[in-house]
């Protein structure tokens, strides 16, 4: 029997593209779109390992990373959390002009770091790996395979 993973990001795109990576190495995909759609699969279907993504609507992947981690049946599900907002930072910050405006994304900076400090203060181990969208398929299965073998 395959090895199950839960992929929950809100790009359909990113998710059948990691679906297909997956597949093709032996793993059962499994899909959500958003925060709460994660959690019921989680419920449904007991995946070996679940691959999130940071920002989504409906529930973030710090809200849904921090209720599995408090709920007994699923705080050892390992997770793989994928982020875009390196790339996007990176990128914005060298367009901005000056330090007398807002640099883009410093809010959104700021809260991921008060999100990730609130984590930590709250006792919860933080998630196993983080991936940067783009996301090399390759790079996925080795975690993967890594966290959960074959």
């Not at 779109?33 to 529930?59: A, R, T, Y």
């Not at 994304?105 to 196993?128: Q, V, Y």
Request: aromatic residues 6%; without cysteine.
């Amino acid at each position: 029997m395959s090895k199950r993973v839960l992929v929950v990001d809100d790009d359909e795109n990113t998710v059948r593209f990691l679906s297909v990576a997956l597949s093709e190495n032996g793993y059962e995909p499994v899909q959500a779109f958003d925060g709460e759609e994660g959690l019921k699969m989680v419920e449904e279907s007991k995946p070996d390992l679940i691959v999130l993504d940071v920002m989504m609507p409906k529930k973030t992947g710090f809200v849904l990373f921090k209720q599995l981690r408090r709920n007994e049946a699923y705080k050892d599900i390992p997770v793989i959390m994928l982020t875009g907002v390196a790339d996007v930072l990176e990128e914005d910050e060298s367009q901005a002009s000056g330090d007398t405006f807002e640099r883009p994304f410093d809010s959104l900076r700021e809260s991921l770091k008060k999100a990730i400090t609130k984590m930590r203060e709250e006792g919860l181990e933080r998630p196993e790996k983080y991936i940067d969208k783009p996301i090399d398929p390759d790079e996925l299965i080795v975690v993967v395979k890594e966290l959960i073998g074959e």
